[in-house]
């Protein structure tokens, strides 16, 4: 059963950065596309960024397009979500998810999800 952990999350003021990483065990991490999802407060949860499992392809919502960015390391079993330049909007619980080959940007393709880390953004 694959098992992921996300943390980084925290409070942070607008124009600040964070990093979001997320550590996955009992699984061929180098065989899962990965992606990371935000849920905000009584919203749907949505797509944020997804990588494929060779580190070679990435894909991002528009709003973050130039101001995050997905990584993986592949030796470590783990994804990161760097975040700069960090908006009040940005403020949700982030998730992070897996599955085998490239997943894109719909949830519903993911197997495998962490529980979550909140990243709040003041003004």
């Known amino acids: 059963q694959v098992q992921l952990v996300e943390s980084g999350g925290g409070l942070v003021q607008a124009g600040d950065s964070l990093r979001l990483s997320c550590a996955a065990s009992g699984g061929t991490f180098s065989t899962y596309g990965m992606g990371w999802f935000s849920q905000a407060a009584g919203k749907e949860r949505e797509f944020v960024a997804a990588i494929s499992p060779g580190n070679i392809f990435r894909e991002y919502k528009d709003a973050v397009k130039v101001r995050f960015t997905i990584s993986r390391d592949n030796a470590k079993n783990t994804v990161y979500l760097q975040m700069n330049s960090l908006k009040p909007e940005d403020t949700a619980v982030y998730y992070c998810?897996?599955?085998?080959?490239?997943?894109?940007?719909?949830?519903?393709?993911?197997?495998?999800w962490g529980q979550g880390t909140q990243v709040t953004v003041s003004s």
């Open positions: 998810a897996g599955g085998r080959g490239y997943r894109g940007t719909v949830n519903g393709n993911y197997n495998y």
